[in-house]
């Protein structure tokens, strides 16, 4: 019985020689680090735009958003444009959020080899600020994820004219009894959720200390925009996503759709803005470990 005790401690020992004891923050100094920290990337890199990856990437991109919106608007129409009026005859809310947060799962896991799996300017705003790219590949990523949502909306139109004419066509906008205001603070709210936990599903340092646990990082990030949607869609439709607000808008192209269409740009800007300055300065404390 005694043997048994004494391998037990000497396991302990052995296990807490390896595993530091104590949270990220009481760690030991930057030679006990067991991950690499990324070089911030340059603002302007020239030699990009003669990368095949460079545009296979925005390809990626766009065909991305292009399915992202395919699918969530045709979700979006088959509910409001219901002609029982039941209810039970479609998906209801709880399945156009599901719908959104789903295709945001499977399409960050196909292409996040490839792009990083934005599918969104706010996320590659946030990333941008951040330094984790390029000036040049945010703004190209983000002319390729509008142009994808543009031809996603139209695809459904094009099934569905009537029915996507009659239906408001997915577009965002500021639901009654709201006011601007109110939709805005929602698109802010909603944006930093999602690109904060963009931030801490893909941050070096998780994913390095969380190595042994087998949890994609797409599927945190497909479920924060399932949460967000189920809050927002009553408000605004849920936006938090300029590419998809700018593609639904364009192909419906009504007053309604465009009334408000500010709040679905400004708002995820904001959002994404200040979810990079809290990871980066406030989570990770990058500016300031020159000094430690």
């Known amino acids: ?37 990324p070089p911030p990337a340059p603002l302007f890199e020239a030699e ?13 991109e766009f065909l991305a958003t292009f ?24 998906v209801g809310i709880q399945g156009i959020a ?8 499977v399409l960050v896991y ?5 792009s990083g799996g934005h599918i969104n300017p706010a996320v590659t705003f946030g990333l941008f600020l951040a330094r984790k790219l390029s000036l040049t590949r945010a703004v190209f990523y983000m002319v390729m994820q509008c142009l994808g949502a543009i031809c996603g909306a139209g695809v459904v139109k094009g099934f569905q004219t009537t029915l996507y004419m009659g239906n408001g066509g997915g577009a965002n906008s500021v639901a009654p009894g ?19 936990t963009v931030f801490s599903a893909t941050d070096a ?41 700018l593609g639904a808008a364009i192909i419906y192209n009504k007053k309604q759709s465009w009334d408000d269409h500010w709040i679905f740009w400004v708002g995820p800007f904001t959002g994404a803005a200040l979810a990079a300055i809290y990871h980066v300065v406030v989570i990770r404390a990058i500016p300031f470990k020159s000094r430690d």
């Not at 006011?179 to 999602?194: H, Q, R």
Request: net charge neutral.
């Open 205 to 245: 340092k998780r994913s390095a200390r969380d190595s042994h646990v087998p949890i994609l990082a797409p599927l945190p990030i497909g479920f924060a925009v399932f949460l967000v949607h189920l809050a927002t869609i009553p408000i605004t439709g849920t936006g938090i996503n300029p590419a998809r607000s």
């Open 67 to 90: 399915l992202f919106l395919y699918i969530s608007v045709l979700t979006v129409m088959g509910v409001v444009g219901n002609p029982s009026g039941s209810k039970c005859g479609t």
């Open 98 to 105: 599901w719908s959104f947060g789903g295709m945001i799962f």
């Open 1 to 37: 019985m005694e043997g048994k005790e004494e391998d037990v401690r000497l396991g302990a020992n052995r296990y807490s020689e390896r595993q530091p004891i104590g949270t990220a923050a009481q760690g030991g100094g930057a030679d006990d680090k067991d991950y690499k920290e």
């Open 48 to 60: 990009e735009l003669t990368s095949w990856s460079f545009y296979r990437a925005g390809i990626a």
């Open 110 to 114: 196909c292409t996040a080899g490839i």
């Open 178 to 196: 709201y006011t601007k205001g109110d939709g805005l603070g929602a698109e802010i709210v909603g944006t930093f959720v999602l690109v904060y």
